[in-house]
Nanobody, 115 residues
Framework: QVQLVESGGGLVQPGGSLRLSCAAS????????LDWYRQAPGKQRELVAT???????NYADSVKGRFTISRDNAKNSVYLQMNSLKPEDTAVYYC?????????WGQGTQVTVSS
């Protein structure tokens, strides 16, 4: 079965960095688009970054220049490097992919940016 398992969240001060990881299994990882979403308390889940099978990336305007999405097909993993973190980046971050018109989600990892 499809599994997405995130890790790497935590508490960080404003201006700090974190690297999120997502380990995938149960599907042919290398041919699918992978996404990172986030959901802050009281807000809708939003798309943060996307990476295609060929490595083409796209970002939400709010994270451009600060976040970098990458993938390692040999390890069936996708990453989100987050730099210059701001309090408004505080959210639960989810790894996700769309397989045959069904969207799959990981359990999420909490990122808290606070002094």
């Amino acid at each position: 079965q499809v599994q997405l398992v995130e890790s790497g969240g935590g508490l960080v001060q404003p201006g700090g960095s974190l690297r999120l990881s997502c380990a995938a299994s149960g599907f042919i990882f290398r041919i699918y688009i992978l996404d990172w979403y986030r959901q802050a308390p009281g807000k809708q889940r939003e798309l943060v970054a996307t990476i295609s099978s060929g490595g083409v990336t796209n970002y939400a305007d709010s994270v451009k220049g600060r976040f970098t999405i990458s993938r390692d097909n040999a390890k069936n993993s996708v990453y989100l490097q987050m730099n210059s973190l701001k309090p408004e980046d505080t959210a639960v971050y989810y790894c996700s992919t769309d397989l045959l018109a069904r969207r799959y989600w990981g359990q999420g990892t909490q990122v808290t940016v606070s002094s």
